[in-house]
């Protein structure tokens, strides 16, 4: 078996980070009642998303009775009823009622774990290690932005991919030319910038200018611009958009999370200043290009290795390593290693 060295052996470190599970809109039309329940996984832990007494909650999707996932049940008198023999869970995770046992006290063990929730961006957002409370919820600059007359929350899609790929592949200024001929490049250029790169509370920055002479040959709808890059780590990434064709802002920007090791879910917010312009010319553009890239990136391993051969061309994939390494590193050695590899600021850019 192909026993390549990993970048990164242990992915604890990312339970530290919010990660996004589900939209709103999903969670809406997941129960009758607009509260869900609906499943999900982040880092291989099932997980359930309901909303309890006003607010949302993610809790491990098994029954501490038989283990029955907690999503398939539905909410009854402001409990989370498990569809197996019934058992009802407070908002806390706690049992509070066991209907085939209604008089005998409840065991201590009955209750399920949970974890931090919040809902940002219409999307629901879970960390499933807070004790070390060094994160927060990636930026997006769609929201409380005036200049921004539409503002589109997609409907999230799944890869066969980690993260880690999904992320690169989004960032990665010399696939243009070879997977997305036509569409967000012209093959004539096929040689990357290579850019300065900044780290500023916890976001890698950085700055990228494609040729403008490629507006002759790409379709209208292409994001040509200066493009500006605010890549919360280690998923998200801020894509502001400058665009060549009328001056105007466009708005990408994308978080994956992380399902496992070899999937990830992605969710996607695109932002722009045409009332007028119907969803789903972004949208669609924006599915041509993804089924560009996931037959290719589906095809990578998704664990990150130390044995793939870099180039300084591929310096924003380079550096991006280099502080996930840092940063499962320092989680190696507790809270302030951690938040030191996160918070550190280093700059190239002046
Ligand atoms: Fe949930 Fe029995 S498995 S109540
Ligand atoms: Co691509």
Excluded at 122 to 138: E, G
Excluded at 278 to 292: G, R
């Amino acid at each position: 078996m192909l026993n390549p060295r990993s970048l990164v052996e242990d992915r604890t470190y990312l339970r530290h980070f919010w990660h996004p599970v589900c939209t709103l809109a999903e969670l809406e039309a997941a129960g009758p009642d607009g509260a869900g329940p609906i499943g999900a996984k982040l880092l291989g832990e099932p997980l359930v998303i309901v909303k309890l007494d006003g607010r949302m909650r993610a809790m491990r999707d098994r029954c501490a009775h038989r283990f029955a996932k907690l999503s398939g049940g539905k909410i009854v008198e402001n409990r989370l009823q498990c569809p197996y023999h019934g058992w009802q869970y407070n908002a806390d995770g706690r049992c509070g009622k066991i209907p085939a046992a209604p008089s005998d006290a409840i065991p201590r063990k009955a209750f399920v774990p949970s974890y931090e929730c919040e809902v940002k961006y219409d999307i629901v957002w879970v960390r499933l290690d807070s004790s070390w409370d060094a994160t927060t919820i990636p930026h997006c600059g769609a929201w409380d932005n005036d200049e921004y007359k539409k503002v589109i929350v997609a409907q999230p899609y799944n890869w066969a991919s980690s993260a880690e790929r999904r992320w690169e592949n989004f960032t990665d200024f010399s696939h243009f030319a070879y997977v997305h001929p036509g569409t967000l490049y012209d093959p004539a250029y096929s040689e990357p910038a290579i850019v300065p790169m900044d780290r500023v509370d916890g976001e890698l920055r950085f700055f990228m200018e494609p040729g403008k002479d490629m507006l002759d040959t790409l379709p209208p709808d292409s994001p040509l611009g200066s493009w500006t890059y605010r890549a919360a780590m280690p998923f998200t990434v801020n894509l502001d958009i400058r665009l060549y064709k009328n001056d105007q802002p466009f708005l990408l920007w994308t978080t994956s999370s992380p399902i496992d090791d070899e999937n990830c879910r992605n969710f996607m917010i695109i932002a722009h200043t045409d009332p007028d312009m119907p969803d789903s010319t972004p949208l669609d553009f924006q599915k041509l290009v993804l089924a560009e890239d996931q037959p290719v990136i589906e095809t990578q391993p998704g664990d990150l290795s130390l044995e793939e051969v870099s180039l300084p061309t591929d310096k924003v994939s380079n550096q991006y390593r280099k502080w996930l390494r840092e940063l499962a590193m320092g989680a190696m050695e507790g809270r302030e290693g951690f938040r030191k590899a996160l918070l550190t600021n280093t700059y190239e850019s002046v």
